[in-house]
């Protein structure tokens, strides 16, 4: 038996139903919640799935906001899904596109699929794991255009699907080793379920194809026509995805978005008609300046910080390390500025000195291209009574470490 099947009928999914909307109204701790269920006479097993289910739910609030309420998730489901606002972004290339019915090959609790189907498009949703693709069908269950499959997609016919009316494929694929696939992270995108060469051959049938990958994917493995993106949220890596011509209405190349809380989109994409193969461009090494910058991770990953480097006059401060620094670099929702206050050697005495002498009483660490730990540094500082917030940031400048003290600037866009 499934760890959902209790919930997924009566009365377990009426308990469920009104004990969340109890809890939105007035929460109390789950541990409680489970002594009054036990003491009420509800069965252990019905207890332990519907208290499952609210502490999931909750988790998930950060990834699908209040939707999370209506939908049911397992642990590895929730782990692994599209947060809902780059869901909608994946789905949105689908509608653009002109697809009807799409096809979500490892579908798991069915976050992609929720968010081409909330588009109004039809979707054909598959998953080898039972209880993912019982999650995915109450999740999918408001939408009549909408079908879960349980089965294996390395046994789909695509010519068969084809005819079945699917006009595009969406694909994650599952990224991770171990019974319940663990933590362990495959790197090798052939080692993937589906395998990476899986997935872009579709494409030989269906033209519109999106595959969701691990945002460390190497560039050589990226079909050259294709448009790679890689989105942060909040200043976080969440994904990288590859698009197939017929969905990616900017052109092959390599782009990043990012994504910021209050809803805005900022992007930056590879010069025109650049295969999205190519290595990224070297960015010249500068003099440090009055100020360092510190990229967003996804115009890092995508290859682009040679790009925002030429659009905004700076440079790296050494060879291989990403911190752009120059004397006048604009505000950016790019990257993240520090006025450079004093240079110092990369020691715990020379850095508290500093930072005593500046009347810090609480610092933030950063570090590239040298080997220290934050928390180690932070400890041995033992900064206390100042008033000020300060920044180190620990890497190497003309060959040699060193600790820059900053000052974050306010971002004002
Ligand atoms: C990364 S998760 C998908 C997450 C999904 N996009 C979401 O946002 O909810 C990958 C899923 O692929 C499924 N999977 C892996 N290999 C599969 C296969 N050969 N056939 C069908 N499903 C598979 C796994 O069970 C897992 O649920």
């Given at each position: 038996?499934?760890?959902?099947?209790?919930?997924?009928?009566?009365?377990?999914?009426?308990?469920?139903?009104?004990?969340?909307?109890?809890?939105?109204?007035?929460?109390?701790?789950?541990?409680?919640?489970?002594?009054a269920?036990?003491?009420?006479?509800?069965?252990a097993?019905?207890?332990?799935?519907?208290l499952?289910?609210?502490?999931?739910?909750e988790?998930?609030?950060?990834?699908?906001?209040?939707?999370?309420?209506h939908?049911?998730?397992?642990?590895?489901?929730l782990?692994?899904?599209?947060?809902?606002?780059?869901a909608?972004?994946?789905?949105?290339?689908?509608?653009?596109?002109?697809?009807?019915?799409?096809?979500?090959?490892g579908c798991?609790i069915?976050?992609?699929?929720?968010?081409?189907?909330?588009l109004?498009?039809d979707?054909?949703?598959?998953?080898?794991?039972?209880?993912?693709?019982?999650?995915?069908?109450?999740?999918l269950?408001?939408?009549?255009?909408?079908?879960?499959?349980?089965?294996?997609?390395?046994?789909?016919?695509?010519?068969?699907?084809?005819?079945?009316g699917?006009?595009?494929?969406?694909?994650?694929?599952?990224?991770?080793?171990?019974?319940?696939?663990?933590?362990?992270?495959?790197?090798?995108?052939?080692?993937?379920?589906?395998?990476l060469?899986?997935?872009?051959r579709?494409a030989?049938?269906?033209?519109?194809?999106?595959?969701?990958?691990?945002?460390g994917i190497?560039?050589?493995?990226?079909?050259?026509?294709w448009?790679?993106q890689?989105v942060s949220v909040g200043?976080?890596?969440?994904?990288?995805?590859l698009?197939?011509?017929a969905l990616?209405?900017?052109?092959?190349?390599?782009?990043?978005?990012?994504?910021?809380?209050?809803?805005?989109?900022?992007s930056?994409?590879?010069p025109?008609?650049?295969?999205?193969?190519?290595?990224?461009?070297?960015?010249?090494?500068?003099p440090?300046?009055?100020?360092?910058?510190?990229?967003?991770p996804?115009?890092?990953?995508?290859?682009l910080?040679?790009?925002?480097?030429?659009?905004v006059?700076?440079?790296?401060?050494?060879?291989?390390?990403?911190?752009?620094?120059?004397?006048?670099?604009?505000d950016?929702?790019f990257?993240?500025?520090?006025?450079?206050?004093?240079?110092?050697?990369?020691?715990?005495?020379?850095?508290?000195?500093?930072l005593?002498?500046?009347?810090?009483?609480?610092?933030?660490?950063?570090k590239?291209?040298?080997d220290?730990?934050?928390e180690?540094?932070?400890?041995?500082?033992?900064?206390?009574?100042?008033?000020?917030?300060l920044?180190?940031?620990a890497?190497?400048?003309?060959?040699?470490h060193?600790?820059?003290?900053?000052?974050?600037?306010?971002?004002?866009?």
């Amino acid at each position: 038996m499934s760890a959902l099947t209790p919930i997924l009928s009566s009365p377990g999914w009426e308990l469920l139903a009104s004990l969340q909307a109890r809890q939105e109204t007035n929460p109390i701790p789950l541990r409680e919640l489970g002594g009054a269920l036990r003491a009420s006479g509800v069965e252990a097993g019905l207890a332990a799935a519907v208290l499952t289910q609210l502490a999931l739910r909750e988790a998930a609030r950060t990834k699908f906001g209040p939707v999370a309420s209506h939908m049911v998730f397992t642990r590895d489901g929730l782990e692994q899904a599209t947060r809902l606002v780059v869901a909608v972004r994946h789905a949105q290339r689908f509608r653009s596109a002109g697809a009807t019915r799409v096809a979500d090959l490892g579908c798991g609790i069915g976050s992609d699929a929720l968010a081409i189907a909330g588009l109004g498009l039809d979707v054909l949703a598959v998953d080898i794991d039972p209880d993912a693709a019982g999650a995915a069908a109450v999740n999918l269950r408001d939408f009549e255009g909408s079908q879960v499959r349980l089965g294996d997609v390395m046994d789909l016919d695509i010519a068969e699907l084809a005819a079945e009316g699917v006009d595009a494929i969406f694909a994650d694929p599952a990224r991770r080793t171990g019974a319940s696939r663990g933590s362990a992270r495959i790197t090798n995108p052939e080692a993937w379920s589906p395998p990476l060469s899986a997935v872009l051959r579709l494409a030989r049938t269906i033209d519109r194809v999106g595959v969701k990958v691990a945002p460390g994917i190497a560039y050589d493995v990226i079909p050259a026509d294709w448009h790679a993106q890689w989105v942060s949220v909040g200043g976080s890596l969440v994904e990288a995805s590859l698009w197939s011509p017929a969905l990616a209405p900017e052109g092959r190349g390599r782009s990043c978005l990012l994504l910021d809380e209050a809803g805005a989109a900022h992007s930056l994409a590879s010069p025109c008609g650049e295969a999205a193969n190519v290595p990224a461009e070297r960015v010249e090494v500068a003099p440090l300046g009055a100020i360092i910058a510190e990229a967003d991770p996804a115009v890092i990953r995508s290859g682009l910080l040679a790009r925002l480097a030429q659009r905004v006059g700076a440079g790296i401060v050494s060879d291989k390390i990403a911190y752009l620094t120059g004397d006048d670099l604009p505000d950016s929702p790019f990257y993240d500025r520090f006025e450079v206050l004093e240079v110092t050697n990369l020691r715990p005495k020379a850095i508290a000195a500093a930072l005593r002498s500046r009347d810090a009483g609480a610092v933030e660490i950063k570090k590239r291209g040298a080997d220290i730990n934050p928390e180690d540094l932070r400890q041995s500082l033992k900064l206390r009574g100042g008033t000020k917030e300060l920044t180190v940031i620990a890497t190497r400048l003309e060959g040699r470490h060193r600790a820059v003290i900053c000052r974050r600037l306010p971002a004002n866009l």
